[in-house]
């Protein structure tokens, strides 16, 4: 397979769509990571469900207030005018329909929108958690996740065969190959890796891809942790 885009690579694609001043909430795990790749000029609000609004950058080892940590468990900081709330407040922020953007991982994502990022198997994330009031509360709903699972099979689906977290939510996807708006129920390509071509991501991916118009190179900077 042609070389994909890293993690950090996609988690900086996806950032650069995010609008200055947008409330936003990042899934946890992987999609943590794109709020270290905010373009300059340009300074996103995040949430967290647990209950704090405009918080920073991870603090240094041994810096850590564990009193200070987002939903994930991770250690953050806070920036000037951050504001502490109860967990139920947090999530009628949500459901209130206050937040931009959500920007989740995924197991699967179909073509009509519909998105499973949890699972009952043994080893699977063991609960939807807040993700199922956040793709039905935010009023963009993003993915980002690799094309593919690790043994090759499509994560991009004509139907999802897990637990769904949200019926036709999703509106875009970031993927390690291609960025994909999900239109009608289709999915609709907007960029890919320059290297490979439309037959060869066609084959990696579940479903049909519609071509309207141009098909951008996808790309990020190297190096990117």
Not at 3 to 12: D, F, M, R, V
Not at 102 to 122: F, H, Q
Request: negative net charge; charged residues 20%; proline residues 4%.
């Amino acid at each position: 397979m042609t070389e994909k885009l890293s993690n950090a690579q996609i988690a900086w694609r996806a950032a650069q769509d995010i609008q200055d001043d947008s409330y936003v909430n990042l899934g946890i795990g992987f999609p943590e990571m794109v709020a270290k790749f905010q373009p300059p000029g340009r300074q996103a609000i995040f949430h967290t469900e647990n209950g704090i609004l405009n918080f920073g950058e991870s603090p240094a080892a041994g810096e850590e207030d564990w009193d200070l940590i987002n939903a994930g468990k991770k250690a953050v900081t806070l920036k000037p005018g951050a504001a502490f709330f109860h967990h139920a407040d947090s999530f009628a922020m949500v459901r209130g329909g206050h937040l931009d953007v959500a920007i989740l991982g995924a197991y699967e994502v179909a073509e009509n929108g519909d998105l499973a990022n949890w699972s009952t198997g043994p080893k699977g994330v063991p609960a939807v958690g807040g993700a199922m009031d956040l793709v039905h509360g935010a009023k963009r709903v993003a993915v980002i996740t690799d094309h593919v699972t690790k043994d090759g099979r499509p994560k991009l689906v004509k139907r999802c065969s897990l637990p769904l977290t949200g019926v036709g939510c999703v509106t875009r996807v970031y993927t390690s190959l291609a960025v994909i708006d999900i239109e009608n129920g289709r999915f609709v390509l907007r960029e890919k890796l320059a290297g490979m071509s439309l037959e060869q991501l066609q084959a990696l991916t579940g479903a049909e891809l519609l071509v309207q118009g141009e098909i951008r190179d996808l790309s990020a900077p190297e190096n990117l942790q």
